[in-house]
């Protein structure tokens, strides 16, 4: 069953529109807005209304069924298991959930569930029927909202933008990432007592405020760092996901966190000498080789930068800081000390060919390392390691680069790895199946999403 909203359900006064708008930014209102209506389209086409506008007391007899079914459903198999039928049935249910802050929380799905939904259907599902591609969408809802939220001074204009925006019946699912931005804009105020306090009252089941505040404060870590973190990181939000992620970390393991912060804050120096170092051996490699060098100045779009690339064109992207919230997840995965992290920061530097590719690794980690770490006077330079996944794919995902891990020194060891890989692999890396917030930040990940994506095709087909 498909669900959809109707063309004219956004179709009032300016007057009420205005006030919406107002009042999802606002967070706060009066008056409660009226319940969207929402019609059920089956294959046959017979309409069925599901929730209308007269009905303000809650769910329809067969939305609370659908909801009973599919918390059950969803306690039997899992978060990873939750069936794209069940999501798609419910989701303008948890949309009109979201975009309604004076929602009553006994009338509807608990915020806990509605999260695990949201979260799960947006990261299960790259293109989502006529919608295009998910990132850029949720891209484009991020930008949006800051718009907005950048027109202090102009309430008309606010308001006229998001009426403009409601009103296209296309944007059911930009109006939903709109909310869901919200929603990781509320998750992020977690150093600001009052303002969480005010978000957790309306949305107990994901911010419970129960205890004393340290435990307010790690109750909310949790599904930040689970459910908020990777779906900013799909949505291309590389600071929103690194806040995010360091302030969850920071509250879930407080001590650990300040000490490798310390130790990260004296060696930043260091750290950014080894960097430049790294930007020493690519111009040389690219004088040697005969090569253009393109800069891109973020790596999450650094892929834009390179429609004319060639056969004599090589594009170096900075990759940014870990982060100590970064470190302290990988070190954890590894079993490592911090100190045996050695990708802290790096270049990204992307070929036209393979054979441009190992060219540049050839050069990389053998005769130009020595020339260049001399001219910059460091004291020593060590390869740790050199993986090549390019030839020998990381199964399930198929990723596909060359690490070249190394550590520098002009007084003391700093980490940096410089991946190489070519723009075929690397458009694979950023925006296919091997994209970052796939291989590590779903928790679908080896036979898990083989399996889920399985389920889901006998579900869709059946």
């Known amino acids: 069953m498909w669900l959809k909203m109707e063309k004219h359900m956004f179709k009032r006064s300016s007057t009420h529109n205005a006030t919406m708008a107002h009042t999802l930014f606002s967070r706060s209102s009066a008056s409660r807005p009226a319940r969207p209506r929402l019609v059920a389209v089956n294959p046959s086409g017979h309409v069925e209304t599901i929730i209308s506008t007269k009905e303000s007391n809650g769910f329809s007899p067969a939305i609370r069924s659908r909801v009973e079914r599919a918390k059950q459903h969803y306690s039997e198999l899992g978060a990873e298991d939750v069936c794209k039928h069940s999501l798609r049935v419910l989701r303008a249910a948890v949309q009109g959930k979201l975009l309604d802050p004076n929602a009553d929380e006994s009338d509807m799905l608990s915020m806990e569930l509605a999260d695990q939904i949201l979260y799960h259907s947006l990261t299960s599902e790259g293109h989502l029927p006529n919608e295009g591609h998910f990132s850029s969408r949720f891209h484009d809802a991020f930008q949006l909202q800051r718009t907005l939220n950048d027109l202090d001074s102009a309430k008309g204009e606010r308001s006229s933008s998001y009426v403009e925006l409601l009103n296209d019946p296309s944007n059911d699912l930009t109006n939903l990432l709109i909310a869901f931005y919200t929603r990781i804009a509320d998750s992020m105020t977690i150093h600001d007592r009052e303002t969480l306090k005010a978000s957790a009252t309306k949305m107990p089941g994901i911010f419970p405020v129960h205890g004393s505040w340290a435990e307010v404060q790690q109750n909310m870590a949790a599904p930040m760092l689970n459910i908020y973190c990777p779906v900013a990181d799909w949505g291309g939000q590389t600071r929103a996901y690194r806040e995010m992620r360091d302030n969850a970390v920071y509250y879930l393991q407080p001590d650990r966190f300040r000490g490798v912060a310390r130790h990260v804050r004296s060696r930043m120096e260091a750290l950014e000498k080894a960097n430049k170092f790294l930007m020493g051996l690519i111009s040389r490699m690219a004088t040697r080789l005969g090569l253009r060098v393109i800069t891109a100045p973020d790596y999450r779009v650094v892929s834009r930068a390179f429609d004319s690339i060639g056969p004599g064109t090589v594009a ?97 060891m700093v980490p940096v790895e410089c991946i190489v890989r070519t723009l075929k692999m690397h458009k694979k890396a950023d925006e296919g199946e091997a994209s970052h917030d796939r291989y590590k930040e779903s928790p679908l990940v080896n036979g898990e999403r083989k399996r889920f994506e399985q389920r889901l095709a006998e579900i869709t087909s059946s």
């Open 316 to 412: 170096v992207a900075l990759k940014p800081f870990k982060g100590v919230g970064g470190l302290l997840r990988k070190s954890d995965k590894k079993s490592v000390p911090v100190d045996n992290v050695h990708d802290w920061s790096g270049l990204t530097v992307i070929t036209a060919d393979e054979k441009q590719m190992y060219d540049a690794v050839n050069f990389l980690h053998s005769e130009g390392v020595g020339r260049v770490a001399s001219e910059m006077n460091l004291r020593s330079i060590r390869l740790c390691e050199v993986e090549d996944h390019a030839a020998n794919p990381k199964p399930v995902t198929n990723y596909q680069s060359v690490h070249i891990d190394t550590e520098t020194s002009a007084e003391e």
